[in-house]
C-alpha cells in the first residue's frame, strides 16, 4: 500500500471547513492528520466529521510536524504569504487560498522559494473546476461563437448589512470582494485569453458604514476584445453569470454551479455520484448564426469538480503531472488587482506590460 500524503490544515473558518475538507476526503491519496482549531465549536466539527485529524492550537504545530507533507493556508487573506512561506520553510508542499498573495512581490518571493525548495506551491482556484465555467470555455473553444469580442462575467452576492467581528469587512490588507471574488473572474478571463495589455477598475464602497471594497467593475483590454469583469454586494435580483460576445452571435449562463451550496450544507463530494450536475433548468442558451442559419441551442452545462484541484495536486507531489493552477499563474492575478487598485487612485488605464496603445 502506498504511503498517503499527509496534510496539515490551517484555518477551520467557512473557508476550510466548506471548500477544503471536505474536497480533500475525495481524494484517496490525501490524509487530513492535523487542522488548527481554536475554537470550540470548529473542535466538535473536526472531531464529528473529521475524527482522524489531530487539533492543532497553533499553526506552528504543522509546521514543527516532520510527517506532514501538504499544508493548507485557508485563512485570512492577510497571513497567505506569512504562513506560505513558513511553511515552505519547513519543507512541505503548500496549498494557498485565493488570493495567493496580496502583492506581486509576495507572490515572485514565495515562487522563487518554491523553486529553491523543489516544493509544489498551488493557488486555490477553484472556480476553473465550476460547472458553468467549464461550460463557457467549452463554448468559447468551440469556434462556434466565432471571433469573442466581449466577455461579462459576474460574480455577486447579496448582503447588505455588515457582518460583526468579519475580517472580511475590515480595512486590512487583502480585505473587499476585489481581493475575494475578483480573483476567480480575474483568473478565468487570463485562462481563457491570456493577459490582457491594460486595465481600468472602478472600485468602490456601497453599503451604509462599510469600510472595504464592496463593488468592483474591472475592465481588461485585448486587441479587438474586451472583457467585463463585475462584483457586487448588493445583487438581490440575479444577473446573467457569464455572457459571451461573437461575430457569430452569443452565448449566455445564467445560474450558479451547486457545488458551494452542497459543500455549505455539510455534504461531501465522495458521497454524491451526481456531484457537480447542473440543474437543466440553468443550463446556458447559444444563440448564433450557422451556416446561414439562426440557431438557438440549450447547451447542457460541463460537470464541476472541485476534487479534480485536489487530485491534481496530490499527482503533482507524486510526480504524475504538472500543476494545473500554477503560481505563475496565480502572480498574474495579483498584478491585474494591483493595476486595477493602481486604475482607481489615477483614474486611468494602466499598462500591464510595456508601452500603452490607445484604447
Known amino acids: 500500500m502506498l504511503k498517503k500524503i499527509r496534510v496539515g490544515l490551517i484555518g477551520l473558518g467557512i473557508s476550510g471547513q466548506v471548500f477544503h475538507a471536505p474536497v480533500m476526503r475525495s481524494v484517496g491519496q490525501l490524509e487530513l492528520v492535523k487542522v488548527t482549531a481554536r475554537k470550540a465549536e470548529q473542535q466538535l466539527l473536526l472531531k464529528e466529521r473529521y475524527p482522524q485529524a489531530e487539533i492543532a492550537l497553533s499553526a506552528d504545530e504543522i509546521f514543527r510536524d516532520e510527517t506532514i507533507d501538504l499544508v493548507v493556508v485557508a485563512t485570512s487573506n492577510d497571513m497567505h504569504y506569512p504562513f506560505a512561506k513558513r511553511a515552505l520553510e519547513s519543507g512541505k508542499h503548500v496549498v494557498v487560498e485565493k488570493p495567493f498573495t496580496n502583492t506581486v ?57 455588515l457582518r460583526p467581528n468579519a475580517w472580511r469587512e475590515e480595512n486590512l490588507p487583502g480585505s473587499g470582494i476585489f ?93 454524491d455520484s451526481n456531484w457537480g450536475e447542473e440543474d437543466p433548468s ?31 495536486v496530490a499527482d503533482v507531489i507524486l510526480g504524475k503531472a504538472a500543476l494545473i493552477a500554477s503560481p505563475e499563474q496565480a502572480r498574474d492575478v495579483i498584478q491585474i488587482i494591483e493595476l486595477g487598485y493602481q486604475s482607481q487612485l489615477e483614474r486611468r488605464v494602466i499598462p500591464v506590460d510595456g508601452q500603452l496603445i490607445a484604447y
Open 105 to 161: 512581490a509576495q507572490a515572485d518571493e514565495l515562487i522563487a522559494l518554491a523553486k529553491e525548495k523543489h516544493l509544489i506551491l498551488a493557488p486555490y482556484h477553484n472556480l476553473r473546476f465550476n460547472s458553468d465555467y467549464r461550460t463557457v470555455e467549452k463554448v468559447v473553444k468551440s469556434g462556434r461563437l466565432g471571433r469573442i469580442v466581449n466577455l461579462e462575467s459576474r460574480f455577486d452576492r447579496f448582503r447588505n448589512y
Open 282 to 312: 440553468i443550463y446556458g442558451k447559444l444563440n448564433i448564426i450557422e451556416n446561414g442559419r439562426d440557431v438557438e441551442e440549450i447547451v447542457p452545462s460541463e460537470k464541476g469538480a472541485y476534487p479534480d484541484f485536489y487530485q491534481n
Open 179 to 271: 481581493y475575494d471574488l475578483g480573483p476567480h473572474l480575474i483568473d478565468q478571463a487570463l485562462q481563457l485569453f491570456g493577459k490582457p495589455n491594460a486595465v481600468f477598475a472602478d472600485l468602490s464602497i456601497q453599503r451604509d458604514h462599510a469600510r472595504t471594497i464592496d463593488n468592483f467593475d474591472c475592465l481588461l483590454y485585448y486587441d479587438n476584445l474586451r472583457v467585463s469583469l463585475k462584483g457586487s454586494m448588493l445583487a438581490k435580483e440575479p444577473t446573467p453569470r457569464y455572457r459571451v460576445f461573437g461575430m457569430n452571435g452569443n452565448f449566455v449562463k445564467n445560474g450558479v454551479d451547486p457545488q458551494e451550496a452542497l459543500l455549505r450544507d455539510g455534504k461531501f463530494p465522495d458521497e
